[in-house]
């Protein structure tokens, strides 16, 4: 099956810095998401990016779907950032329509 | 904004209950899914269903049971509930293939 991998697992941040959280996937996918699951556990939608680049506010995402990565900027962060950032795939592949998460980059923005 | 809700978010109960683990939507999609979620780690899916009085087990095995007799709800049962069942549990949904998925706020179960 699709195997998708993230990169860094941990990251520490000084609050205002920049960051690139790094999503690769093993095969073709049709979709794909970044979600941000806060301290309460909740997963919050981030982007819909099966391919190209999309800008809400701070954040930013692109696809390079042939290349099968897709990256995610957090610029000038802050405390609020904190929390795990999961990339989330599907794939017309599989046998059946799953959202498939890698492990996560785990990000604390420290004051 | 999504309109997938899920009750209760926070659970503490006894060895040996049994207990139901609500989710509904409101936006009709035909797809929907539980995650099970460890602390700090991965995502694992453990029920999904394509529509109504479908559902079949995902990738993680689990003693949990589900139903889906109405499109918009779709719960997840323990019938005696141990230890070992303490996690959080996400409840997703989506319709066709090139979509993406919501999360419901999740529920926190303790069993002690």
């Known amino acids: 099956g699709i195997q998708v991998e993230q990169s860094p697992p941990d990251l520490i941040l000084q609050e205002g810095a920049n960051s690139t959280l790094r999503c690769n996937f093993s095969?073709?996918?049709?979709?794909l998401q970044w979600f941000h699951q806060n301290p309460w556990g909740q997963l919050i939608n981030l982007f819909y990016i099966p391919s190209g680049t999309k800008q809400n506010g701070r954040l930013s995402a692109t696809t390079v779907a042939t290349e099968r990565y897709s990256l995610l900027y957090i610029s000038s962060s802050q405390t609020t950032d904190s929390g795990v950032y999961f990339c989330?795939?599907?794939?017309?592949?599989?046998?059946?329509?799953?959202?498939?998460f890698g492990p996560g980059t785990s990000l604390s923005v420290i004051p | 904004e999504a309109d997938i809700y899920q009750t209760p978010r926070y659970l503490v109960i006894g060895t040996g209950k049994k207990i139901t683990l609500e989710c509904s939507q409101t936006?009709?999609?035909?797809?929907m899914y539980w995650y099970q979620q460890d602390p700090g780690m991965e995502l694992h899916l453990i029920h999904y269903?394509?529509?109504?009085?479908?559902?079949e087990k995902g990738d993680l095995s689990s003693e949990s049971t589900v139903s889906r007799i109405r499109t918009e709800h779709f719960p997840l049962t323990l019938e005696s509930a141990r230890p070992s069942h303490t996690s959080q549990y996400l409840c997703?949904?989506?319709?066709?293939?090139?979509?993406?998925?919501?999360f419901g706020q999740g529920t926190r179960l303790t069993v002690v």
């Open positions: 997703a949904s989506k319709t066709g293939m090139v979509t993406e998925a919501f």
């Open positions: 936006m009709g999609h035909d797809k």
């Open positions: 989330a795939v599907n794939s017309l592949k599989t046998s059946y329509d799953k959202v498939i």
């Open positions: 269903s394509y529509g109504v009085n479908s559902t």
């Open positions: 095969d073709s996918v049709n979709n």
